[in-house]
Each structure stands twice: as structure tokens, then as C-alpha cells.
């Protein structure tokens, strides 16, 4: 029979979409205290609040990251070739 705890049930999803403060931390590889603090400036999203609980959506974490700035700036990444960064053109 299959183990029907929280525990046993989030190990089999392959994605959770809502993590708690210290889940966020890891997913972003930072420590809980310097996450607090990216939340706390506005650099990381606020939780959502389900209860008493405060959840952190994981799609905003990603935009938030990715939005993050680059080590030398944000000039364009050199491997991406012209042709692959407008795709689109042909069709305008």
C-alpha cells in the first residue's frame, strides 16, 4: 500500500508550485537569512498567504531571478547567434 503522508506525496511530484521560505532559499541557492533579506528590498516577490502559512510562488521566483543582474552586466550572452535571437523577423 502507498504511504499517503505530505512527506511521501511532495518526494513523488516532480514540480511543486508553492515552497516555504527556507524551500525557496534552496531553490534560489541562497541562505534563508539572505533570502529574508532579498524579500524584505523588494528583489525577491512577497509570499502568498494561505492560512497562516506564507507560500512562494515558484514562477515568480524564477522571473524574479531572472531578472536578477549579470556579472559584468547584461550585455547579450555571446553564444546566442543572430539568427536565433530574432526568429521572427522573416514573418514582420
Do not use: H, N, Q
Not at 500500500?1 to 541557492?29: H, N
Not at 532579498?38 to 492560512?51: H, N, Q, S, T, Y
Amino acid at each position: 500500500m502507498t504511504s499517503r503522508t505530505k512527506s511521501s506525496i511532495a518526494a513523488r511530484l516532480p514540480v511543486r508550485r508553492g515552497l516555504d521560505e527556507c524551500e525557496a532559499a534552496v531553490y534560489l541557492s541562497i541562505s534563508p537569512s539572505f533570502f529574508r533579506k532579498l524579500v524584505e528590498l523588494r528583489v525577491m516577490p512577497r509570499p502568498r498567504i494561505v492560512g497562516s502559512r506564507r507560500i512562494w510562488d515558484v514562477e515568480e521566483l524564477d522571473l524574479a531571478f531572472k531578472s536578477l543582474p549579470r556579472e559584468g552586466g547584461d550585455a547579450e550572452l555571446a553564444f546566442v547567434s543572430s539568427e536565433s535571437r530574432d526568429s521572427w523577423a522573416d514573418f514582420e
